[in-house]
């Protein structure tokens, strides 16, 4: 007689799987940074150029002990929302830049709202459902770049996760004042950093340096400190300083930050990574003279920047050095806008910002997972979110700008 054991069956193993190896999978769903979801005999894949519910064949590109990486070789049941991409470059061998040009413009925007519900049920713990609202045209909006040359002096643009550099003739997200196509058919040196910026008033600057080294771009032409007006505030920003790429950025980003915000005269409000002072420069009026605003940013360029910008101004106070440094020096803010890069603000700014017993806390973020984890942080203080909107400042990729309200919660 058999034993009931002898027949039970091993749960399968995980297939090591190889670079190089080739198989046809159906696509899950999106995750954070672009990629989707895809499993193959246990294994893992984060894949780049689909859609989730596709039927794809797919190539191993690398490998790890938790996930593996691959892309699309063969599409085989395509996804209704799956289009031909308007460049020409957006593909598995070519830039690395745009990887959704190959999704419609609506699935592109629910997809990322998709990322922000999985970020915050997975890091923060909770249902959060954010519409990521349309600000302009797909395509002509961006208004900086930075690109390399090739050995040959040929200028594009790295493939993804690669340091090979694709040499690109036509960018179709630059605003067309840039004019990408007079800059590629230059003859420029080899292994050149090239940073281009577009100001407000139409100055082109050109900066570059070798990329083979850390050392800091310089301009080569242009103006090196570009023009730029917002709401009728004109504001100086360096070459080396950080400035929004989106055209409509500044304007859109502006508006919701004040009409959360909801500045009262006499506010005393702390605008943290302030860079040049773009939100500093729409809050004069709301504060009005008896207010007062401190920018604190870390970049010795930007911060000179804001101090010219607001040289005439009494009631503004620029603050060069690192954030969670200087914000033990302050005492009191009625509110709180914060800006930082693609890592977010983390815990020891969080808990200094929090004793400083505001009435709101306006968080601009770039990246979804950041917030949602410093939203944890927040609401461990007794911070919670009160409103949340999401914007395609960056169409045609997977990053989104959001935008969120923290109050202190009246159970804490």
């Known amino acids: 007689m058999t034993s009931t054991g002898a027949n039970q069956q091993k749960p399968a193993e995980r297939v090591a799987l190889a670079v190089g190896d080739r198989f046809v999978t159906t696509i899950e769903k999106v995750a954070h940074g672009g990629h989707f979801i895809a499993r193959h005999l246990g294994a893992v894949i984060f894949v780049r150029h689909a859609i989730p519910g596709e039927e794809v064949e797919i190539e191993i590109t690398g490998t790890g002990s938790s996930f593996n990486r691959a892309d699309v070789v063969n599409i085989i049941k395509p996804s209704p929302d799956r289009v031909s991409a308007p460049c020409q470059f957006a593909h598995r061998a070519g830039c690395g830049g745009c990887d959704f040009q190959h999704i419609s413009l609506d699935r592109q925007r629910q997809l990322k709202s998709e990322v922000i519900t999985e970020q915050f049920a997975r890091i923060a713990k909770r249902d959060l459902e954010v519409t990521v609202e349309e600000v302009g045209a797909p395509l002509g909006y961006r208004t900086r770049f930075n690109a390399v040359t090739t050995r040959n002096g040929d200028l594009g643009f790295k493939q993804a996760r690669s340091h090979k550099v694709v040499p690109v003739s036509d960018c179709r997200i630059l605003q067309p004042e840039i004019k990408y196509q007079e800059l590629a058919s230059r003859k420029w040196k080899g292994d050149l950093r090239v940073e281009v910026t577009l100001s407000s008033a139409g100055e082109r600057t050109i900066a570059t340096g070798y ?51 909801e500045l009262q005269v006499g506010d005393r409000v702390l605008d943290l990574y302030g860079g040049v002072g773009l939100f500093t420069s729409q809050f004069l009026e709301g504060i009005g003279d008896g207010g007062q605003i401190d920018l604190v940013e870390g970049s010795k360029s930007a911060t000179s920047d804001a101090i010219r910008n607001f040289a005439e101004i009494k009631n503004v106070k620029v603050h060069t050095g690192d954030v969670a440094k200087l914000l033990p020096r302050f005492s009191q803010a009625d509110v709180i806008v914060l800006d930082p890069p693609r890592e977010g603000a983390g815990k020891e700014v969080v808990v200094a910002m929090v004793a400083l017993k505001p009435r709101a806390i306006v968080y601009v973020a770039c990246d979804p997972a950041a917030l949602a984890r410093d939203t944890t942080y927040l609401s461990e203080a007794g911070f919670e979110i009160a409103k949340i909107r999401a914007f395609d400042l960056f169409p045609m990729t997977h990053h989104i700008e959001t935008v969120a309200l923290f109050r202190r919660d009246k159970v804490s």
């Open 211 to 261: 990329s083979r080294d850390e050392t800091p771009v310089r301009t080569s032409e242009g103006p090196d400190i570009g023009q730029y007006s917002i709401n009728g505030f004109n504001l100086e920003v360096s070459q080396r300083s950080f400035w929004q790429s989106h055209k409509l950025a500044p304007a859109v980003l502006t508006q919701v930050v004040g009409e959360f915000a």
